[in-house]
């Protein structure tokens, strides 16, 4: 189990750009697979972003690409989500999640991961 704790959220109009943060509490992030979720009043639990821990290779929910990217900086144990061109429709509850340490695959499966942050608000408005 690792701690992440979220940051980064808010309020920001259609279009423009917030950057999430996840701090882990471990000296072994580097080993774990770095996930991104939302969800939404009403809705399930959505896949947004993943990042590998071997080779950094990203993953992406089709909603969200070509605008949102994900990185890591193992050095700082962090993880970050960087969203573009938002949109109303992006208005979710996001939680930052950890899946491993090795994990063989990255998952696009909230059932996969077995750390979760608390989670952070992002309110797009129109």
């Known amino acids: 189990q690792v701690t992440l704790v979220e940051s980064g959220g808010g309020l920001v109009q259609a279009g423009g750009s917030l950057r999430l943060s996840c701090a882990a509490s471990?000296?072994?992030?580097?080993?774990?697979?770095m996930g991104w979720f939302r969800q939404a009043p009403g809705k399930e639990r959505e896949f947004v972003a993943a990042?590998?821990?071997?080779?950094?290779?990203?993953f992406y929910g089709d909603s969200v690409k070509g605008r949102f990217t994900i990185s890591r900086d193992n050095a700082k144990s962090t993880a970050y989500l960087q969203m573009d061109g938002l949109k109303p429709e992006d208005t979710a509850v996001y939680y930052c999640?950890?899946?491993?340490?090795?994990?063989?695959?990255?998952?696009?499966?909230?059932?996969?991961?077995?750390?979760w942050g608390q989670g952070t608000q992002v309110t797009v408005s129109s």
């Open positions: 471990t000296g072994t992030f580097s080993q774990y697979v």
């Open positions: 990042i590998s821990w071997r080779t950094d290779n990203t």
């Open positions: 999640a950890a899946a491993g340490p090795h994990s063989d695959y990255v998952s696009i499966f909230p059932a996969d991961f077995g750390s």
